[in-house]
């Protein structure tokens, strides 16, 4: 309780009197009308003033707001020091009654007579010792204004909920520090982390949520900042308009994310008993977009791309009637030919010891009949009726003896080109020579031979001939054979 308030000489203020507001930073004015009657300076039986603390009741951890000096440091600037006490001896400053002008107003008139009569050293004196409380006074309110200076009223909204906070930070990355937040790659915050903050600023933050989409069958990751799933197709680019949706557009997107399926309307033309039919439509399968287009797959009707897969915008599909039918055939199976060597039989000489006999296989085709067009016949089954028997041939491998008594020193190259030109295949144009001594069939028998004489090689083609001269000389060949000695 101040001196003022508790001397029972103290004035009474007037009820319809109200104090000014406080102004910490207002000039003062040691002349001017008493702050809050604070002092009596005329009651002498008042106590001494109390020690004046200039940090006395001030919140400096006070966040928001302006802080509150105390009462008795201001009593320091706003009045002259001598007119705080009562100084016995002058016999004017007690006698002047608070009615008379106020006891301000007597103040002022006791400090004026009181720097008449003491002059300059009485006068320096009290200013001497009112600087250091004025500069103490003029700290406080710097002090105050910086603290203040540097809280900010920042408006944050985070997905949308905005709220007000008051921060010391600097700038929005300190911010975020501060409020311990993260924000990941595909975060939105506007400002920038950097961005310099001041009071009023609107910082905006938007989490990117992971969706899994499904668009038109081809499935990708996304992210999306968007909290419905209306506003990430209009985030995404998304053509919507009739699509079909497997949540609703309403559907909120968690920070977790959300799987969706999205397949747009596509324009299909179906080609079906000869007529052309065109619709819009949104379904997951051609099979399903037949059913909407009001054709109907019977039997082993089909389409001409897989019923199963996903319809294309622009995309023609034909729809094939098929009709089909199952035939039975038996047919020969061939046989397989073994060759075994015979060392008894000249080399070139073959001998069929087992004939081959073919097999019988049934087997079983799908006929088909596409919009009227019989189809190649399709084999689905088939089973072996009779075994085929493997035909066996003996192979010579005895040499051949490549000369024959009296017959080497003649001249069988110069009858060969003779007959046949030296060919060994040479057949007359009748077809009944052949070889290069145009051997007929009979006669190569007759010599031992097999098959054909033009098959033969040219070797055993000479042997024959050889052996032919020995039993008939060069008769068999009556316009060449004079060249056996020539």
């Known amino acids: 309780m101040s001196h003022a308030q508790g001397s029972p000489h ?3 203020r007037a009820a319809t009197e109200t104090p000014p507001p406080y102004d910490p930073y207002a000039r003062p004015d040691p002349y001017g009308p008493e702050p809050y009657g604070l002092y009596e300076p005329y009651e002498t039986h008042a106590p001494p003033y109390e020690a004046y603390d200039p940090y006395e009741s001030i919140d400096v951890h006070e966040p928001f707001g302006q802080p509150q000096l105390p ?3 201001v009593a320091p600037v706003l009045l002259d020091d ?3 006490r009562d100084e016995p001896g002058t016999g ?4 002047v009654p608070p009615e008379a002008g106020g006891r301000a107003a007597a103040r002022r008139a006791a400090a004026g007579e009181r720097r008449k009569r003491t002059g300059t050293r009485e006068r320096t004196e ?6 250091p409380q004025a500069l103490v006074v003029a700290f406080l309110a710097g002090g105050t204004s910086a603290f203040i200076a540097s809280d ?4 944050l909204s985070i997905d949308g909920k ?13 911010l975020l520090a501060d409020e311990g937040m993260t924000v990941g790659e595909h975060d939105i915050i506007a400002p920038g982390p950097h961005h310099d903050l001041a009071s009023g600023d609107r910082v905006i933050i938007r989490y990117g949520r992971p969706v899994a989409l499904t668009l038109d069958g081809e499935r990708r990751q996304v992210w999306t900042t968007a909290r419905t799933v209306d506003g990430a197709l209009r985030q995404l680019g998304v053509r919507a308009e009739g699509a079909y949706l497997s949540a609703s557009r309403s559907a909120r997107i968690g920070r977790h994310g959300l799987d969706l399926d999205v397949r747009t309307e596509r324009s299909v033309t179906f080609m079906a008993d000869g007529r052309e039919r065109t619709i819009r439509t949104n379904a997951a399968t051609i099979r399903e977009a037949i059913d909407q287009a009001g054709i109907s797959l019977r039997g082993q009707d089909t389409t001409s791309v897989d019923p199963d897969s996903f319809p294309r915008e622009g995309q023609t599909i034909s729809v094939m009637r098929i009709t089909g039918s199952r035939e039975v055939r038996e047919e020969p199976i061939d046989y397989t030919t073994e060759r075994r060597e015979d060392p008894t039989l000249y080399k070139g000489t073959e001998v069929v010891v087992q004939r081959g006999e073919k097999g019988v296989e049934r087997v079983t085709y799908e006929l088909r009949t596409v919009n009227g067009v019989q189809q190649k016949p399709k084999r689905i089954s088939s089973e072996t009726v009779k075994q085929p028997r493997t035909q066996i041939v003996k192979v010579g491998t005895k040499a051949r003896p490549t000369s024959v008594q009296g017959t080497d020193g003649l001249n069988w190259a110069g009858l060969a080109h003779c007959e046949a030109g030296g060919r060994p295949n040479a057949v007359d144009p009748s077809g009944t020579y052949g070889g290069l001594y145009q051997f007929d069939v009979r006669t190569w028998h007759s010599l031992g031979g097999s098959g054909r004489p033009q098959d033969a090689s040219a070797e055993e083609q000479t042997f024959r001939a050889k052996k032919l001269y020995i039993s008939r000389g060069a008769s068999p060949w009556p316009v060449c054979g004079r060249k056996l000695h020539g």
């Open 10 to 12: 103290a004035a009474p």
């Open 71 to 73: 009462r008795q440091a």
């Open 82 to 84: 001598a007119a705080s």
């Open 92 to 95: 004017t400053t007690t006698d």
């Open 126 to 131: 009290p200013l001497r010792r009112l600087l």
């Open 152 to 155: 900010k009223s920042v408006q």
């Open 162 to 174: 905005a709220r007000t906070l008051h921060t010391f930070a600097d700038d929005v990355e300190e």
